[in-house]
């Protein structure tokens, strides 16, 4: 009964101009957005309360990490920030530290960090030169601007860029990028004025 419980509550919500976000890993309100179908029993169950059956069907975003089923949901490196990056790359202080610095010379020369190439980019960037003619790449404003916040070692680049690459097998490359989503794109109607079912 929780499954029906929570369909007619996304339904009533919809039908009434409420956008609707319900998590479903299994799919089980998948139903939702196609139309019902009057079987017997449920025909005669609404004859014995006096009611009517409308099949109805609602206007529905299945929503897909990888998109492969759905609408990707994506995001942009910026958006997830050094910190939950960190964590998600299970990176030691010194390794945060880094990728802070990363981040923090984005943010001060106004580089787009949309997807991970940026970032991997980004991170070969900061490495401090070997002196020979560190200005011919064109990067030594960056290197510079990352020497202002400490030591940043190739050895530490490379470790994190490492951790990117298992984060990338798993499918990461997928999830960061453009266009990143928004709570707006939750918060939609269909032109009915329903609410539309997430």
Avoid: Y
Wanted: charged content about 25%.
């Amino acid at each position: 009964g929780k499954t029906v419980s929570l369909q007619v509550m996304a339904e009533g919500f919809a039908r009434a101009g409420v956008p609707v976000f319900a998590a479903d890993i299994k799919g089980d309100l998948s139903g939702i957005s196609a139309m019902g179908e009057p079987k017997d029993f449920i025909l005669s169950r609404a004859k014995t309360m006096n009611l009517d059956f409308q099949p109805d069907k609602f206007s529905t975003v299945f929503w897909d990490v990888f998109g492969e089923q759905g609408h990707p949901v994506r995001a942009t490196v910026s958006e997830m920030g050094p910190l939950l990056l960190s964590q998600m790359l299970q990176l030691n202080d010194v390794q945060e530290g880094v990728l802070n610095v990363a981040f923090r010379v984005a943010d001060e020369n106004g580089l787009a960090l949309l997807d991970m190439k940026d970032l991997r980019a980004l991170l070969d960037a900061i490495v401090p030169g070997t002196g020979k003619d560190d200005d011919a790449d064109g990067l030594d404003a960056i290197r510079k601007s990352a020497q202002a916040f400490g030591n940043v070692t190739k050895a530490t680049v490379g470790t994190i860029q490492r951790q990117l690459l298992v984060l990338e097998n798993q499918g990461a490359d997928k999830f960061f990028g453009e266009p990143a989503l928004q709570l707006n794109d939750f918060m939609r109607k269909d032109s009915n004025g329903r609410g539309m079912v997430n």
